[in-house]
């Protein structure tokens, strides 16, 4: 029997489960959180949704805390999982509207590059459980992957592959033009190289959206290529496909994360897009084969070196001024809201720093906010 390790138990992990577990009946399912309580609930609450239907998944709960390297290694190794995902983050994104709104507004502004080191921290640890553990199963990360992967690439136990942010438009281009272009979704083929940035502001407003990107639309012999930054192609996505957003929108990034899991659980393949494909910055088209291997799907008419070379310009409307393996770099930007809404900086964020610089984030947070988020 294959194993699907899903690691933190929020609203995305819970909800991808929900999902994928009564898909998958030969698959063992083992969900691992820290806060034991909640878990245990919020999993009975599958069961009795799933009972409704007749289906009694194979599902496992293991309280573990990602700090404790070892436990989480030797979980690893017990249950040699065949594919990870992670699903945690010690902030998740919806809590910053629970600051001052003027601060909240700064931190929008500003991106979630200033935010790196938390969104860093637990895959960081995830990874080096894997490492230790000697696994080798492929890792998709939801935490913020078009900078986490690029920044964890090149290392034991890195992820393979993100979920959401890009992914999150593109059934909504495939929509938009099947009806601008009067044929049927299916037939409609979407490639887009682009940042988390255009993903969120771009459905959001008729004027430019300034990061770059590449967009290519296909339908039998009809064909479009856009080199962003351009508004047309969201001013045709808000025309036919303009879905609700927030946190209820957050449903699309489960479905983009139950999909890109399903194709390497079942073997099928197919092509998808992925954030952090393959440790990349930014988001790509990728296709996945039979046997699991990723590959970039991109525009006809652009090369690896292209998309990765706009990416690297894209980050810095999203915060990041820069990121390699083992390193990442806030905007000026970015900085000066830390130090506004934090009162400290993040100039350069390293494995060896990133852990004190994640708790400290968080204890402002909750000294300055009342936030009461989980410590690290």
């Keep these: 029997m294959k194993t699907l390790l899903i690691v933190g138990y929020g609203r995305l992990g ?38 409704q239907w007749g289906r009694y998944p194979n599902v496992a709960y293991h309280r573990v805390n990602l700090h404790d390297t070892e436990r989480m290694a030797n979980l ?19 809590r910053i509207d629970e600051i001052p709104p003027v601060l909240a ?11 790196a080191a938390t969104d860093i921290v637990l895959p960081q640890l995830l990874s080096q459980a894997l490492a230790m553990a000697g696994s080798k199963a492929p890792f998709v ?7 986490t992967n690029a920044f964890l690439s090149n290392t034991d136990g890195a992820p393979l592959l993100g979920i959401g942010n ?42 430019e959206t300034p990061a770059p990107y590449f967009l290519e639309v296909t339908s039998g012999e009809r064909s479009l290529l856009v080199e962003g ?28 994360a139950s999909t890109v899991l399903a194709a390497l659980m079942d073997g099928t393949g197919g092509s998808f897009h992925a954030p952090g494909a393959l440790g990349l910055p930014g988001g790509y088209p990728v296709t996945i084969d039979e046997s699991g291997v990723v590959d970039l799907d991109l525009p006809t008419t652009v090369s690896k070196e292209q ?33 506004q809404i934090l009162g400290f900086v993040t100039e350069r964020v390293t494995p060896e720093n990133v852990a004190e610089f994640a708790a400290n984030t968080v204890v402002e947070l909750n000294k300055r906010y009342g936030l009461e988020l989980e410590a690290l």
């Design 307 to 339: 998309a990765v070379a706009v990416m690297m310009l894209a980050q810095r409307f999203d915060g990041t001024q820069h990121v390699e393996s083992g390193v990442v770099e806030p905007t000026e930007k970015a900085l000066a809201a830390q130090e």
């Design 141 to 147: 990360n939801g935490c913020y992957p078009d900078m």
């Design 166 to 207: 890009i992914s999150n438009i593109i059934p909504g281009m495939r929509l938009a033009y099947a009806a601008q272009w009067r044929v049927e979704p299916q037939s409609v083929v979407v490639k887009c190289v682009g940042h988390h940035f255009t993903s969120l502001n771009g459905p959001s407003t008729d004027e």
């Design 76 to 94: 690893i190794a017990e249950t040699s999982p065949d594919l990870v995902f992670n699903a945690t983050t010690p902030f998740p994104w919806w």
């Design 229 to 256: 930054p351009s508004p047309e192609p969201f001013r045709v996505l808000r025309r036919h496909a303009l879905r609700q957003r927030g946190v209820e929108g957050q449903a699309v990034t489960v479905g983009s």
């Design 14 to 51: 819970a909800a991808v489960l929900d999902q994928l577990a009564p898909l998958f009946p030969d698959w063992r399912f083992v969900v691992v959180s820290r806060n034991q309580v909640a878990a245990e609930s919020r999993l009975n609450l599958s069961r009795y949704v799933w009972s």
């Design 105 to 115: 507004r700064v931190a929008s502004d500003a991106g979630p590059g200033m935010w």
